[in-house]
């Protein structure tokens, strides 16, 4: 079983930056993809990032795309979402979460095909 905790969110004005983390245990990060989520009140959970086992193969949602970065760092067990030029539309619970995939399938967008969350860290961006 993997266990996975979020940090790095908080209150920060529109054009900001944040960089959140993702830091696991129990087994090594580099047997999973992961991808980064976030789900606002009322919303269902969203897509954001997703970075493949060995970092080789990052996505994006259309809405983030040259804003966020997302990136590993599997010697610490930690993957990382750096969030610039944040926007009010971004505010919501980040979660990240892990993907088995296959040898050739190493991204996903959909909450349902992946095995392990986080408990979420909460982002606010204010206007």
């Known amino acids: 079983q993997v266990h996975l905790v979020e940090s790095g969110g908080g209150l920060v004005q529109a054009g900001g930056s944040l960089r959140l983390s993702c830091a696991a245990s129990?087994?090594?990060?580099?047997?999973?993809?992961m991808g980064w989520f976030r789900q606002a009140p009322g919303k269902e959970r969203e897509f954001v990032a997703g970075i493949s086992w060995n970092g080789d193969t990052t996505h994006y949602a259309d809405s983030v795309k040259g804003r966020f970065t997302i990136s590993r760092d599997n010697a610490k067990n930690t993957a990382y979402l750096q969030m610039n030029r944040l926007k009010p539309e971004d505010t919501a619970v980040y979660y990240c979460?892990?993907?088995?995939?296959?040898?050739?399938?190493?991204?996903?967008?959909?909450?349902?095909?992946?095995?392990?969350w986080g408990q979420g860290t909460q982002v606010t961006v204010s206007s």
């Open positions: 129990g087994r090594p990060l580099s047997n999973y993809n």
């Open positions: 979460g892990t993907f088995l995939g296959s040898s050739i399938v190493v991204i996903s967008t959909e909450a349902d095909e992946y095995d392990y």
